[in-house]
């Protein structure tokens, strides 16, 4: 390994709402990095120009689910109804926002919910998105905005979800690139005494793992207690994913400049594991 890293530095988070089980997650997630890290919260949420502009279609109608009742959309009623969201929204935040004692903004903003979300992240050094969304046919696998923020978004991004408990085990894929070291070093910053940290070595010689536990030694300190270090020969992002699925549902941090696994096997990894992810990117 060459060079030095420095653990990833957490200024202000940036948290897109939409009041779905797994928005809230990740607001929940967003404000604990927040109150270890002495950061900011910004909270987004979006008025979706598309869905406005559909309901102004004359063809377009509303089907009510329990009737299956059709009737054209009203776009009176769907501004309304983006009001009372946006309003809903903030008033979690706030909450929350409070609840762990941070600063905080909110913004409500109108346009395309992706880009809307990821232009307003810019002004972040992580952004905090669910998995998936409202929309029923995303929430096995990425929503279209966290699946685009992952590869595009220039901050750090945090993918939550609802089911996994903050007390769960921290999953960490390390393969002693200077982007791996950042992604260890940035799990044990934001551990708490009750995580246990699992440690996938990249490496598939004897030697390599040899050279990676002394590695990892030396980053994670006294944590070493609260460490269990797994050796993995392989970098295909499906058997990647088996081997983390194996250890039990936990925050999964890696880095998208490793040097054993390449970007895009990350990006199917992160969709493959269905657990919250902390992407760290780049490696300055």
Known sequence: MTGKTKTIRIHRISVALDCSPHSRASLVAAAEIAELLHAELLGIFVEDINLIRMAELPFCQEIHLHTARSEPLDTLKLERLLRLQAKEAYNIFRETALRFGVPYTFRTLRGPVTSEVLTAALESDLLALGRSGRTPVCRKGLGSTAKKAVE??????????????????????????????????????????????????IANTESAASRLREETASIIGDRKKKTELHVLPWTDSAMLAQCIHMTGPGLVVLSDSSEAISPESVYRLIDATNYPVLLVKGTT
């Open 152 to 201: 595009e978004a220039r901050p750090h991004i945090l993918l939550a979800h609802s089911d996994v408990k903050p007390d769960g085990p921290i999953l960490v894929l390390y393969d002693g690139s200077r982007g791996s070291k950042r992604a260890l070093e940035t799990a044990c910053s934001i551990a708490s005494a009750k995580n246990t940290l699992h440690i996938f070595l």
